[in-house]
């Protein structure tokens, strides 16, 4: 495992002319995730666990104080820092990038001046003053592109077809848009090889629309760095019959497995060990060894 100092600028160099993605460690700060919800609510529990996965192989660790699934609510902004700074200092010199997944610009600087090298935003940077909060620092930064919000996007999302409404969103990220934020991120100061996609994967998205990219893949990757997170979300669940996120361990890894194989640049997991043991296998079998 390449281990770097928690810092921005290095995510860039992390994926320069990678041909395997980075395993991004989920750790959930809250009560109410979907998997894992209560169980690294705590500081010392959620240093405790990222420490684990750093151990397991994590190339990254993402640092999230706000559930983000289907039908949750808000979390008042001094709650969620009150989560994510505590863990974030204690883990600035751990040896891996750390991300933070927050939709609020208070939290974004306050990260970001902590040593956090990247922002995770599943709203793509829309809340006044999140682009001016990453603009002027080298920090890499993930849009996501979600049909909603996390509230009300899984209450009847519709479209006619959510890859030729995604693909151009991807295309131009670093020219044009990604939901009006991609050229406003560079105009602003933030480099087009610093930011990367999420296609959103059920986050206002039906089984069918979360399947059509699956299989897109190979063409968002093509013009876009593209995070991929797919660990035990329902689409596994539909896919496979485990109706318990808890029993989508081997689901989970196949699908990571998929999406490094159509390209993606850093696969989200709950499960890095496992994901990084079929990595290491695909790997051998690719010739390209460990």
Not at 157 to 180: I, M, S
Request: hydrophobic letters at 45%; aromatic letters at 4%; one cysteine or more.
């Amino acid at each position: 495992m390449t281990t770097v100092p928690s810092r921005p600028g290095r995510m860039s160099a992390l994926l320069a002319g990678r041909p395997w993605p980075l395993v991004m460690g989920i750790v959930n700060i809250t009560p109410d995730s979907f998997f894992d919800g209560g169980r690294h609510a705590s500081t010392a529990a959620a240093v405790g666990h990222a420490r684990r996965l750093i151990e397991e192989g994590a190339d990254l660790i993402d640092l999230g104080g706000e559930s983000t699934r289907p039908g949750a609510g808000p979390v008042p902004p001094e709650e969620e820092m009150a989560r994510v700074l505590p863990v974030l200092e204690a883990l600035r010199n751990a040896g891996v990038p750390l991300s933070v997944d927050t939709r609020r610009p208070t939290l974004m600087r306050a990260a970001l001046a902590a040593g956090a090298a990247m922002i995770n935003d599943v709203s793509a940077l829309r809340e006044p003053g999140a682009i001016e909060a990453v603009a002027g620092t080298d920090a890499s930064v993930c849009l996501m592109h979600m049909q909603g919000e996390p509230r009300t996007m899984q209450q009847a999302p519709r479209y006619g077809d959510v890859v030729a409404e995604v693909e151009p969103v991807v295309r131009r990220v670093a020219d044009v848009v990604l939901e009006a934020r991609g050229a406003a991120c560079v105009a602003a100061g933030s480099g087009r090889e610093r930011i990367l996609v999420d296609p959103g994967f059920g986050f206002g998205k039906r089984f069918e629309d979360n399947l059509a990219l699956a299989r897109a893949l190979p063409r968002l990757a093509r013009l876009a760095p593209v995070l991929v997170g797919l660990s035990r979300k329902s689409m596994i669940g539909v896919m496979t019959g485990r109706t318990a996120a808890a029993d989508r361990l081997a689901g989970s890894v196949a699908a990571a497995l998929w999406a490094a194989r159509q390209g993606a640049a850093i696969v989200r997991v709950h499960d890095v060990a496992a994901t990084r043991d079929a990595l290491a296998v695909w790997r051998q079998f690719e010739g390209e060894g460990r």
